[in-house]
């Protein structure tokens, strides 16, 4: 019996991405930045599209179907619309934007026959309706309100509504310009961050701050009780200029805006973020109240990309009533790809579910014998270990607070490392955070790190009371326990929380194992997570990227596959050349 495979993709905006399902199972799924090296890379998904092909060994003519995230035919017509209301401020930006509609975003189907030869059907779905779909059928859940909050997508800005077995039905929405995603990338951008990109630096930020600009920022976004708001757009310039703002947001907020990724990062900053994560907690919180009324359940599922916001996610866990609660591991555009391709399995197709979501590891994995070939093409020093031996090794290291990179299996399917392609250390080490921050990430010191924790342990250092396997949860860490106050300093942030993630060995014996081992040594099954990456690129795909990641930092140590390399026996850097980088020597 043939297979049916549907193909999604989401692309144009940012983090491009395309997921394969194979009568309507995820086979693989995975970020064109992985690829083309681009960090939030916005352009159509070829790389990742050709991956899939090869490795399910497929052409276009194999493809029953492409599914697209959003309409955009319809969210061109939200521009034009937006450039005519706001005429003749739109001008520069409809002279800048408009013309990459007509090359791209308005030519889907001529890049597939272009790039790949596909000349089949292209479904397209609707973006807050895709996001909603990655949560809902990913969740496992039979009946559930669903809410996804963005920035924008053709018109929707925050949806609401109820799936049920197979169908998955939007009943509200707030519409463009008043957006909670666009009020926070304008505050990215007021902070002197990029908007896009570094939106997870202002939550980040916010435990330094205290909550006094808030009376300030409600000035700006009025919020009703039932959780729907209105923005004051005298303030806001993102309907038609190159800006976020206006100086009336300026004057609002009794400061102009720091300088883009330049400036001192002062208290004041550091309050504004804190006041903005209150009212983003303050939003979410009577959103996920009011989608859970209106669809008459306590299971929530959640996406977009404030999604993505963790703390928000934490504060509705304490915070409402809810049961079960469940958020896409690539809650942002990513994560349209795999809600356009459910959507046309299951509300066009008619197909029952057949899937519920265990783990994120839907990316590209690499056998020993491809990681051998890659360690001898740069030179490298590595001895391969049994499975024991292995993990009895990398505990060690973990233990003696040296830092270890992590590399197994399929990469992790958005935005969080889960113990795929990670940077791991020992939470116990008061200077950990910071040698980590310095050496290895090159980012911004006020940044925190995330802790994994054995899921059966994660009630004794954590106040939390369910699991978290995506680390889309941040919870109190608990000061008086086995090892006394601040017992995990490494993970714990100034405000004494830690975004967490609970593994339960099904989900990934061998990181399981390596936890398990670590605190067999310590008592403590806690380690740091970070992901493997340093500020400004993806997170490391292949070996070969694993291996410079590992080559250009200071990071100690590099398990990949079965070998270990330690950085006092490397040679020094030396790039292959073309004829061994493609096995022609």
Same mark, same amino acid.
């Given at each position: 019996?043939?297979?049916?495979?549907?193909?999604?993709?989401?692309?144009?905006?940012?983090?491009?991405?395309?997921?394969?399902?194979?009568?309507?199972?995820?086979?693989?799924?995975?970020?064109?930045?992985?690829?083309?090296?681009?960090?939030?890379?916005?352009?159509?998904?070829?790389?990742?599209?050709?991956?899939?092909?090869?490795?399910?060994?497929?052409?276009?003519?194999?493809?029953?179907?492409?599914?697209?995230?959003?309409?955009?035919?319809?969210?061109?017509?939200?521009?034009?619309?937006?450039?005519?209301?706001?005429?003749?401020?739109?001008?520069?930006?409809?002279?800048?934007?408009?013309?990459?509609?007509?090359?791209?975003?308005?030519?889907?189907?001529?890049?597939?026959?272009?790039?790949?030869?596909?000349?089949?059907?292209?479904?397209?779905?609707?973006?807050?309706?895709?996001?909603?779909?990655?949560?809902?059928?990913?969740?496992?859940?039979?009946?559930?309100?669903?809410?996804?909050?963005?920035?924008?997508?053709?018109?929707?800005?925050?949806?609401?509504?109820?799936?049920?077995?197979?169908?998955?039905?939007?009943?509200?929405?707030?519409?463009?310009?008043?957006?909670?995603?666009?009020?926070?990338?304008?505050?990215?951008?007021?902070?002197?961050?990029?908007?896009?990109?570094?939106?997870?630096?202002?939550?980040?930020?916010?435990?330094?701050?205290?909550?006094?600009?808030?009376?300030?920022?409600?000035?700006?976004?009025?919020?009703?009780?039932?959780?729907?708001?209105?923005?004051?757009?005298?303030?806001?310039?993102?309907?038609?200029?190159?800006?976020?703002?206006?100086?009336?947001?300026?004057?609002?907020?009794?400061?102009?805006?720091?300088?883009?990724?330049?400036?001192?990062?002062?208290?004041?900053?550091?309050?504004?973020?804190?006041?903005?994560?209150?009212?983003?907690?303050?939003?979410?919180?009577?959103?996920?109240?009011?989608?859970?009324?209106?669809?008459?359940?306590?299971?929530?599922?959640?996406?977009?990309?404030?999604?993505?916001?963790?703390?928000?996610?934490?504060?509705?866990?304490?915070?409402?009533?809810?049961?079960?609660?469940?958020?896409?591991?690539?809650?942002?555009?990513?994560?349209?790809?795999?809600?356009?391709?459910?959507?046309?399995?299951?509300?066009?197709?008619?197909?029952?579910?057949?899937?519920?979501?265990?783990?994120?590891?839907?990316?590209?994995?690499?056998?020993?014998?491809?990681?051998?070939?890659?360690?001898?093409?740069?030179?490298?020093?590595?001895?391969?270990?049994?499975?024991?031996?292995?993990?009895?090794?990398?505990?060690?290291?973990?233990?003696?607070?040296?830092?270890?990179?992590?590399?197994?299996?399929?990469?992790?399917?958005?935005?969080?490392?889960?113990?795929?392609?990670?940077?791991?250390?020992?939470?116990?080490?008061?200077?950990?955070?910071?040698?980590?921050?310095?050496?290895?990430?090159?980012?911004?010191?006020?940044?925190?790190?995330? /802790?994994?924790?054995?899921?059966?342990? %994660? #009630? +004794?250092? !954590?106040? *939390? $009371?369910?699991?978290?396997?995506?680390?889309?949860?941040?919870?109190?860490?608990?000061?008086?326990?086995?090892?006394?106050?601040?017992?995990?300093?490494?993970?714990?942030?100034?405000?004494?929380?830690?975004?967490?993630?609970?593994?339960?060995?099904?989900?990934?014996?061998?990181?399981?194992?390596?936890?398990?081992?670590?605190?067999?040594?310590?008592?403590?099954?806690?380690?740091?997570?970070?992901?493997?990456?340093?500020?400004?690129?993806?997170?490391?795909?292949?070996?070969?990227?694993?291996?410079?990641?590992?080559?250009?930092?200071?990071?100690?140590?590099?398990?990949?596959?079965?070998?270990?390399?330690?950085?006092?026996?490397? /040679?020094?850097?030396?790039?292959?050349? %073309? #004829? +061994?980088? !493609?096995? *022609? $020597?």
């Amino acid at each position: 019996m043939a297979h049916t495979w549907l193909l999604g993709l989401s692309c144009f905006y940012h983090d491009a991405a395309a997921v394969l399902l194979r009568d309507g199972v995820p086979v693989g799924a995975a970020a064109e930045e992985v690829f083309s090296r681009k960090k939030h890379d916005p352009g159509f998904p070829v790389l990742a599209i050709r991956w899939l092909l090869r490795e399910h060994k497929l052409s276009a003519k194999d493809i029953t179907g492409v599914a697209f995230y959003d309409k955009p035919l319809v969210k061109f017509e939200r521009l034009l619309l937006s450039h005519v209301a706001t005429f003749p401020r739109s001008f520069p930006q409809f002279v800048r934007g408009i013309p990459g509609w007509f090359a791209t975003k308005l030519r889907i189907q001529h890049l597939l026959r272009r790039e790949l030869g596909y000349t089949g059907p292209v479904l397209y779905g609707q973006h807050h309706l895709s996001h909603a779909a990655s949560s809902f059928y990913a969740s496992g859940l039979d009946e559930a309100a669903v809410l996804t909050v963005d920035g924008v997508g053709e018109w929707a800005t925050t949806s609401w509504g109820k799936g049920s077995g197979n169908r998955l039905e939007l009943t509200h929405e707030l519409r463009f310009p008043h957006s909670l995603g666009l009020l926070y990338s304008a505050f990215t951008l007021y902070l002197g961050f990029k908007v896009n990109s570094a939106e997870y630096k202002v939550m980040g930020l916010a435990p330094y701050g205290e909550p006094r600009h808030v009376d300030r920022i409600k000035q700006l976004i009025h919020i009703k009780n039932d959780g729907t708001f209105r923005l004051d757009m005298r303030a806001f310039s993102f309907d038609y200029g190159m800006r976020m703002f206006t100086s009336r947001f300026e004057e609002i907020m009794g400061a102009p805006a720091r300088p883009l990724e330049n400036g001192e990062l002062t208290q004041f900053h550091k309050d504004v973020a804190r006041s903005l994560q209150d009212v983003v907690n303050e939003v979410m919180i009577l959103l996920a109240n009011r989608a859970m009324d209106d669809a008459g359940t306590r299971n929530l599922c959640l996406a977009g990309g404030v999604a993505l916001n963790c703390v928000a996610n934490g504060e509705i866990i304490r915070n409402t009533n809810v049961e079960n609660f469940f958020v896409q591991p690539a809650a942002g555009d990513a994560g349209g790809a795999l809600g356009a391709a459910l959507w046309a399995w299951h509300e066009l197709l008619g197909k029952p579910r057949a899937w519920r979501q265990d783990h994120a590891f839907l990316g590209p994995s690499y056998t020993e014998a491809e990681i051998e070939a890659a360690l001898n093409r740069y030179g490298a020093v590595y001895t391969r270990l049994d499975r024991a031996k292995l993990l009895e090794k990398a505990a060690e290291l973990i233990d003696h607070s040296l830092v270890l990179g992590w590399v197994q299996g399929g990469l992790e399917w958005g935005p969080r490392a889960l113990g795929h392609r990670s940077i791991l250390g020992d939470p116990r080490h008061p200077e950990m955070r910071d040698i980590i921050n310095m050496k290895i990430k090159m980012r911004e010191g006020f940044r925190p790190f995330a /802790p994994t924790v054995l899921e059966e342990d %994660a #009630a +004794e250092w !954590f106040e *939390l $009371d369910r699991p978290s396997p995506y680390m889309l949860l941040v919870a109190p860490v608990k000061d008086e326990v086995r090892f006394g106050p601040r017992a995990l300093p490494a993970v714990t942030h100034v405000d004494g929380s830690a975004r967490i993630q609970t593994i339960r060995r099904d989900q990934d014996p061998l990181y399981y194992d390596l936890i398990k081992a670590f605190k067999a040594r310590t008592g403590c099954g806690v380690v740091i997570n970070t992901s493997m990456n340093v500020r400004g690129e993806p997170i490391v795909n292949t070996p070969e990227d694993a291996y410079r990641c590992f080559m250009r930092t200071d990071m100690d140590a590099l398990v990949i596959g079965p070998f270990l390399l330690l950085k006092e026996q490397q /040679p020094a850097l030396r790039l292959p050349s %073309a #004829a +061994e980088e !493609f096995g *022609l $020597d």
